[in-house]
C-alpha cells in the first residue's frame, strides 16, 4: 500500500509502494575510543555491516562521533549509523565489538590492565547478551585472551560465538615486516603468529613460506639463536610495536580497526577466510589448560567453525604451552 507523504515531502515525491524491511547486518560498538572509533570507520568504509550502533558512557563525545560519522555517508555505501548510552540500541546485532576499558599506557604490559578490565566487562557483557541473544560477541580489549575467556564466561555463549581479535594483528604485523626484508608485499608472505596476543606469542617459523617455499628449507636455522641473518628480530619487532606506537602517539588504533572490521567481513558474508584470533583452546596442540588464545581459524557466519591444526614443531607447541600456562596463571588470579 502506498504511503501518503505531507508538506514538502508530499510536494516532491509521490509514493508508490510502501518501504519494506529486509533482514539486515546490525554490528554494535562498545566504547567510543580511539579503537573503538577506528572499527566504527573501518566498518563503514568497507561497508561490513548495512546497520552500525555505537554504546558509550560517554555520552557528549558518542553523539559527537556519531555525527562526524553521519556527515560522511554521502560518500560511501547505504549504512545506518544509530548512538545511545542505552544498550537497547544494539538489539539484535549480529555482531558485538567491545572495545571499552582501561587502556595501556607507556610501561604497562596489557597483563596489568587484567582486573580493571574484568569489573567493566561484568556490567557490559550481560548487557550485550539480554538484547541480542544469538550475537556473536567480538572482543578487542587488552589484554585480549584473558577478556575473551572472561567474556565467554559471563555470556553463557557457546564458545563458537565468543571471538578474540587476538594475533591477527600480530600476523599482520609479521607479515608486513617480512615483505619489507623481502621487498615484496606482505599479502605474499604467508607466516602466522599464534598463541597470546602479547609478550609470549609464538611465530611459527616452520610454516613461514613464499609461493609455497618454507624459509626454513632454505635456511635452516631461521628463527633461532643460531640464524646468523638474525630473522628472529623480525618476531621481536612484532612483540614491541604496540609498545613503540604508544610511545609514540599515546594509543594503537588503525591498523587494530582494519583487522577487525575484516573479521567482521568475513563472519557476515560467511566467507570461511582463516584468520588467527582468540578462541578456547582447551585440548588442541596438547593444551591442558582452560584458556583463550590465538590458533588461525575459519570464520562464518556462526563465527568460529573450524581452528586449524597446524603441524608445529616441538620447540613451538613448547612455545604455546608456556603462552597457554602464562594464560592460566593470570586467570587464576582474577577476582570474581
Same mark, same amino acid.
Given at each position: ?26 554490528? !554494535?560498538?562498545?566504547?567510543? @575510543? ?36 553521519? /556527515?560522511?555517508?554521502? +560518500? ?24 571499552? @576499558? ?18 567493566? +566487562?561484568? /556490567? $557490559? ?11 556473536? =560477541? ?35 604485523? *609479521? ?7 623481502? @621487498? ?8 602466522? $603468529? ?6 609470549? !606469542? #609464538? ?5 613461514? %613460506? ?10 635452516? /636455522? ?9 630473522? %628472529? ?32 567481513? !568475513?563472519?557476515?558474508?560467511?566467507? /570461511?577466510?582463516? *584468520?588467527?584470533?582468540?578462541? *578456547?583452546?582447551?585440548? =588442541? ?21 573450524? #581452528? ?11 612455545? =604455546? ?16
Amino acid at each position: 500500500m502506498a504511503t501518503t507523504f505531507d508538506g514538502t515531502k508530499g510536494i516532491l515525491m509521490a509514493s508508490v509502494a510502501a518501504r519494506k524491511e529486509y533482514p539486515h547486518a546490525k554490528i !554494535s560498538v562498545v566504547g567510543v @575510543g580511539q579503537v573503538g572509533m577506528a572499527c566504527a570507520f573501518s566498518i563503514m568504509l568497507q561497508h561490513a555491516a548495512s546497520e552500525l550502533c555505537l554504546v558509550d558512557v560517554q555520552e557528549d563525545k558518542l553523539k559527537g562521533e556519531m555525527l562526524d560519522l553521519q /556527515h560522511g555517508l554521502s +560518500f560511501v555505501k547505504k549504512i545506518t549509523i544509530k548512538a545511545d548510552t542505552d544498550y537497547a540500541v544494539t538489539a539484535g546485532s549480529k555482531i558485538c565489538i567491545v572495545t571499552a @576499558g582501561s587502556r595501556q599506557r607507556e610501561g604497562e604490559t596489557r597483563l596489568d590492565l587484567v582486573q580493571k578490565n574484568v569489573n567493566i +566487562f561484568k /556490567h $557490559i557483557i550481560p548487557e550485550l547478551v539480554k538484547y541480542s541473544p544469538d550475537t556473536i =560477541l567480538l572482543i578487542v580489549s587488552n589484554p585480549v585472551d584473558v577478556l575473551t575467556y572472561v567474556a565467554w564466561k559471563i555470556s553463557g555463549l557457546p564458545r563458537n560465538r565468543v571471538i578474540g581479535s587476538g594475533t591477527n594483528l600480530d600476523s599482520s604485523r *609479521f607479515r608486513f615486516l617480512l615483505g619489507e626484508r623481502l @621487498g615484496i608485499a606482505p599479502s605474499s608472505c604467508h607466516g602466522w $603468529i599464534i598463541g597470546e596476543h602479547g609478550d609470549t !606469542s #609464538v611465530a611459527v617459523w616452520s610454516g613461514v %613460506n613464499v609461493a609455497g617455499t618454507r624459509l626454513i628449507d632454505v635456511n635452516p /636455522h631461521i628463527g633461532t639463536d643460531k640464524d646468523p641473518e638474525d630473522w %628472529n628480530s623480525i618476531h621481536h619487532q612484532v612483540i614491541s610495536s604496540a609498545y613503540e606506537i604508544i610511545k609514540l602517539k599515546g594509543y594503537t588504533s588503525w591498523a587494530i580497526g582494519v583487522s577487525v572490521s575484516t573479521l567482521c567481513s !568475513s563472519m557476515l558474508r560467511d566467507t /570461511h577466510n582463516v *584468520f588467527a584470533v582468540s578462541v *578456547f583452546c582447551k585440548g =588442541l596442540h596438547g593444551i591442558e589448560n582452560d584458556v583463550c588464545l590465538s590458533l588461525p581459524s575459519t570464520l562464518g557466519e556462526s563465527g568460529v567453525t573450524e #581452528v586449524m591444526l597446524q603441524q608445529l614443531q616441538a620447540d613451538e607447541k613448547e612455545r =604455546l604451552w608456556k603462552s597457554a600456562k602464562q594464560m592460566q596463571e593470570t586467570i587464576e588470579s582474577i577476582k570474581w
